[in-house]
């Protein structure tokens, strides 16, 4: 197995590309040359950091360290998904319902991939528990922020039919019925167009690299294959988790409307 190995210079020959798109963003001025800027940094910097992060945990192969790096990856998660909602729950909700349906969902897809198909020796290698956790966590992390955007954007819209089904008898999960089914459609809409349009339309990532690191390309394909059901199942169970925990927050036991608990 045989990769081409790339050089700084080689990295620093593709960034010309943002400095294109930059280019264009002054002569249309669109304004975004400083976001495209502040963005391809913060990327490399991360990335030079996670690969020497990697690099370490890969030497090491301690579940002690595996577990760390695992939750920062969660923390940080939760963050981003708690800062690309427009309407937030208060408090420390806004960011625990979120990371703890992220934390779970992609917790049980991970080890459910780590102990069945794939069966690394130790289980917990982080050669394989640290990129699969980062794949499923990624996609896993849009659902839910979108899926809890329009749970809470809809709410105030919608209040007034809510309302009306819980004066007329209905319990708060019959009344938010038809708010929660929309923002599950919404939150699961990325990954099935995804692997509506993955082989014919685009070909993934980790399957692009994989081939370009020398792998026969239909042993790349069983594993985007595998990857791909990997990130439906845990973006379907956490989205199922935060929203039903949305509508329980924005709900109480006596089947009442709480938008109060928005902040």
């Known amino acids: 197995m045989t990769y081409i190995s790339l050089s700084f210079s080689d990295l620093a020959l593709a ?45 090491t192969v301690n579940p002690w360290a595996t577990a760390l790096v695992a939750a920062a990856m969660v923390g940080f998660a939760g963050r981003e998904a708690t800062a690309r909602q427009e309407h937030r729950l208060a408090g420390w909700w806004s960011q625990g ?9 992609a917790g049980i897809v991970t080890l459910f991939a780590l102990t069945t198909q794939l069966r690394p ?24 922020s979108l899926g809890l955007n329009a749970l809470t954007g809809d709410l105030g819209h919608n209040r007034a039919a809510v309302e009306a089904r819980l004066a007329l008898g209905a319990d708060r999960w019959q009344a938010m019925r038809f708010l929660a089914g929309k923002s599950l459609r919404m939150a699961t809409t990325p990954i099935v167009n995804s692997m509506a349009a993955t082989g014919l339309v685009s070909l993934p990532g980790m399957m692009t690299g994989q081939i370009l ?8 394909v069983k594993y985007q294959i595998l990857v791909m059901f990997l990130i439906a199942g845990g973006t379907g169970i956490g989205a199922v988790a935060a929203i039903g925990g949305g509508v329980l927050r924005l709900t109480d ?11």
Request: hydrophobic share 55%; glycine share 12%.
């Open 15 to 59: 960034a010309l590309l943002i400095l294109v798109n930059a280019g264009l963003s002054l002569a249309l001025g669109l304004g975004l040359e400083r976001r495209l800027f502040v963005a391809a940094s913060r990327m490399v910097v991360q990335l030079l950091l996670v690969g020497l992060v990697l690099e370490a945990l890969f030497r």
């Open 97 to 105: 319902l979120g990371t703890g349906a992220m934390l779970m969902a």
């Open 121 to 144: 020796h130790p289980w917990y290698d982080p050669r394989y528990a640290i990129p699969l956790l980062g794949m499923v966590l990624g996609n896993t992390m849009n659902g839910i």
């Open 213 to 220: 690191g020398g792998v026969a390309p239909f042993e790349a």
């Open 253 to 263: 036991h006596r089947h009442r409307l709480r938008l109060d608990r928005l902040g």
